[in-house]
């Protein structure tokens, strides 16, 4: 009957400690309002925290916030087994690479980027299939650039042979 107790306290407690941290995080500073859009968000710190412009829904005045991913470290799981620490980086290479030449705004890709992030940080799983990630980027670079998409997925999906590649190429032709 104790342990319940103690356990029902504890979840009550993170619950306070995590909403708490929100609340603080994006209160406005000059009014305390407790909502606010983002109007600009950026990777800081070498991409360990995202920097957000908000602007506050009363006085519409503008602050920054940093939100660090530190806190809530995600493991990510090669195709091998082993595992390493989720690096924003590599996603976002990953896309430049894919869309080299290719008219999409360095800017568009830091979003996508952040998207994939906080989806990421979203889900209850600590940690993520490298497979997960690159389906995630897939859909992603489909939604900006087709050539990109094609570029990313033949790589990723290691095409073994120009029939496969073909058939992939027409099933995103057969989707428009
Ligand atoms: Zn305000």
Redesign the pocket.
């Known amino acids: 009957m104790r342990s319940t107790n103690f356990v029902i306290h504890m979840v009550y407690y993170t619950i306070y400690t995590l909403t708490e941290l929100e609340d603080s995080k994006m209160k406005?500073?000059?009014?305390?309002?407790k909502e606010?859009r983002v109007v600009d968000s950026r990777p800081a710190d070498e991409g360990n925290s995202i920097r957000r412009r908000r602007e506050?829904?009363?006085?519409?005045?503008r602050?920054t916030t940093y939100e660090t991913m530190e806190s809530l470290p995600m493991v990510v799981i090669k195709k091998d087994g082993s595992r390493q620490t989720f690096d924003r980086s590599k996603v976002l290479n990953g896309m430049i690479r894919a869309c080299e030449k290719r008219p999409v705004p360095l800017a568009e890709l830091e979003r996508l980027t952040d998207e994939i992030e906080q989806t990421l940080q979203n889900s209850l799983e600590r940690e993520v299939s490298t497979e997960t990630i690159g389906e995630q980027v897939m859909e992603k670079l489909k939604t900006v650039d087709e050539v990109a998409y094609v570029r990313f997925a033949s790589v990723y999906r290691q095409f073994k042979d120009i029939n496969t590649f073909m058939s992939e190429l027409n099933k995103l032709l057969a989707e428009k």
């Open positions: 406005c500073p000059y009014c305390g309002y606010s506050c829904l009363s006085c519409e005045k602050f």
